[in-house]
Structure formats: structure tokens, C-alpha cells
């Protein structure tokens, strides 16, 4: 019998990370790529020292319900952990861990290719020339939004959103105002000669982009609803590259089809991979498929993390991420 640590992997993971567990570990990889379901994800801590889920896992209360599981960590991969209850986590004993700082500068960079796709109708320009519908230049066609010099309006100045403050800055020129209910250190503000807003609600008036970089989970469900979108200006932009759940995905599309708001960009949605029905319909939103961190390097980077983690949980020392 192996003396060695008995983990299991969720999903697919990329493949320099994976061989790396494989001499480290015994390991359970998950070759298929298949979802695993609550009970296997339930059963998986009863029989494993480690579960090692992702973003698309759902571990919830009901899957954290067992007596005594053999696992004592969740070392999730991926900076967000809305999809853990870690309260349940908690009262079963296990410590959960995530992946930040090595996606900030991809998932920033995805929050600006959505602003200047929804801005400039990027998506819609690209359907109307595959679909051999471009009939050739005119002054009048499909006019977009200059973003270079406007304001841009960072909810959550986390490290996501600095990042994505900085692009907006320093590569278009773009005012940097923020709303953020934690304290944010002066310095990091300076980077951008960010300005601080008292709520959300200043934010959302006076931005010409709103970019959404708070955590998910119940505490910010629905935060962008109906009233909130009906502050914005009605040619601003609504960029979420956060977590669907912020933004009240049917509000949203009322207000893309009333001109409520010009136009928006999103990456992820509430109870993806599905996606409210009336926002396939809305020409003005660009519709992404959660690929905030979708690069090779960082792929790897969020696996690195993972392994750290373990290796110090196992080792009796605390994981330079452990978030509960
Ligand atoms: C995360 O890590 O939380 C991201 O959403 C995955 O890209």
C-alpha cells in the first residue's frame, strides 16, 4: 500500500500540473473531463485526504454533510470560492484554499477586451461579416462608443480590478473612480489616481464603464438589479467578468432591449453554462464563456497554487491561501 497522500481532482487540469501530482501523489484524476456529481464529490471525502474542486463545482451544504470525512482540505482551484459553503466546510473540518494573484492580469485583460467589444460592437460586427452580410465602409455603419478618456467605474478594488483600472488608464486614458466596502491603501489607489466613490450608486452615475470585480455568493446575489441599472447612463457599458450571480441576469436584459444601457460584456452568468434566454436575443451584449483565466500560463500558474497549498497543508503548516 502507498504511504502516500490519497487526492482527487475534480477536472481536467493542464497537463505539466497533472504529472506533477501523479509523482507527488496518488492521485485520482479526472481523464474525461466529466462533471462530477454532488454524491461523487460527497463519497470523494469520505475516501481521499484531499479534494481539489474547481469554479464549475457546486460543494455545497448538503455535499459537505458527512461525519468525520477522511478529506481535511479543499484546496480549490481558482480564486473564487462562492461555489464552497465554507461555513459547512468549516463545521466538517476541512480548511478550503483558492488560487489568487496568478489570474489577475488574464481576467483583467478579459474585462477589457469585453469593454471594447461591447463598445466598439465588435460581436455584432463579427456575425454580420461570417454571416456575408457586410455590405462594405459607410459613415453611418455601426457606429460604437469611444471608451479612450471616459470614466471608468471599478466596483470591488480587489486585485482584479486594479488590474483592470490600470489598462483603462494608463492604455485608454480612462478617469478610474471605485466603490470598495473594505478599505483600499492609498498607494494602490494613487497607481491609477483612482477616486473612491462613498457607494455604488455614485459609481454607476458617473461611470461610462462599469466593471464588476466583487466576490460572489449571497452576500452580493443580485447586487446589479433593475434600480441599480436604471442609475447608469444610457450610453454606458456594464463589463462582468466576476460572477453571474452579481448582476440580475433577466433586469439586465430588460434594460439591454429598452436602451436602458447601452450595451454590455459578460463572462459569467448565474447557473452557467446556462444563460438567461433573452440575452441570446440582445444584440448589444457580448457572450463569453468563462474565460477570465483562460491562458496557458495561467492555467498552469492556478495548478501551481494548488500544489503549494497541499504541500504546506500536509506538511502541518497553513496555506499561504487558505480563505476559511
Ligand atoms: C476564478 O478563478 O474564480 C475564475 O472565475 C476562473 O476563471
Given at each position: 500500500m502507498s504511504d502516500k497522500k490519497k487526492v482527487l481532482v475534480t477536472r481536467k487540469w493542464p497537463a505539466a500540473v497533472e504529472d506533477r501530482l501523479k509523482q507527488l501523489y496518488d492521485v485520482t484524476l479526472n481523464v474525461s473531463d466529466v462533471p462530477m456529481s454532488g454524491a461523487e464529490i460527497r463519497q470523494a471525502l469520505k475516501?481521499?485526504?484531499a479534494v481539489c474542486p474547481t469554479v464549475s463545482d457546486k460543494v455545497d451544504a448538503a455535499v459537505l454533510d458527512v461525519q468525520n470525512p477522511r478529506a481535511k482540505i479543499l484546496a480549490s482551484y481558482g480564486v473564487g470560492y462562492s461555489h464552497i459553503d465554507t461555513e459547512a466546510a468549516r463545521k466538517a473540518g476541512l480548511a478550503v484554499t483558492n488560487t489568487p494573484e496568478v489570474l489577475s492580469e488574464c481576467t483583467?485583460?478579459?474585462?477589457?477586451?469585453l469593454m471594447l467589444m461591447a463598445a466598439r460592437r465588435a460581436g455584432e460586427g463579427e456575425r454580420e461579416v461570417r454571416a456575408h452580410k457586410w455590405t462594405g465602409w459607410r459613415p453611418t455603419h455601426m457606429i460604437g462608443t469611444k471608451v479612450s478618456g471616459g470614466v471608468f467605474g471599478v466596483l470591488g478594488f480587489g486585485r482584479i480590478g486594479r488590474e483592470a483600472a490600470k489598462r483603462a488608464h494608463f492604455g485608454f486614458g480612462m478617469k478610474v473612480i471605485y466603490f470598495d466596502p473594505f478599505p483600499v491603501k492609498p498607494e494602490l489607489a494613487a497607481e491609477t489616481g483612482a477616486e473612491q466613490r462613498a457607494t455604488i450608486e455614485e459609481v454607476l452615475k458617473e461611470a461610462d464603464v462599469v466593471s464588476l470585480h466583487m466576490p460572489g455568493g449571497k452576500d452580493n446575489y443580485h447586487l446589479i438589479n433593475d434600480a441599480r441599472l436604471s442609475l447608469m447612463k444610457p450610453t454606458a457599458i456594464l463589463v462582468n467578468t466576476a460572477r453571474g450571480e452579481v448582476v440580475d441576469?433577466?433586469?439586465?436584459?430588460?434594460?439591454?432591449?429598452?436602451?436602458?444601457?447601452?450595451?454590455?460584456?459578460?463572462?459569467v452568468f448565474e447557473?452557467?453554462?446556462?444563460?438567461?434566454?433573452?440575452?441570446?436575443?440582445?444584440?448589444?451584449?457580448?457572450?463569453?464563456?468563462?474565460?477570465?483565466?483562460?491562458?496557458?500560463?495561467?492555467?498552469?500558474?492556478m495548478g501551481w497554487r494548488v500544489l503549494e497549498n497541499l504541500e504546506a497543508f500536509f506538511a502541518g503548516s497553513t496555506p499561504r491561501d487558505r480563505v476559511a
Open positions: 475516501d481521499y485526504d483583467a485583460d478579459l474585462a477589457i477586451t441576469g433577466v433586469a439586465l436584459a430588460n434594460a439591454l432591449k429598452k436602451g436602458v444601457i447601452k450595451g454590455a460584456g459578460l463572462d447557473g452557467e453554462p446556462r444563460i438567461v434566454t433573452d440575452l441570446y436575443e440582445c444584440e448589444n451584449v457580448v457572450l463569453l464563456p468563462h474565460l477570465g483565466s483562460a491562458t496557458a500560463s495561467t492555467r498552469e500558474a
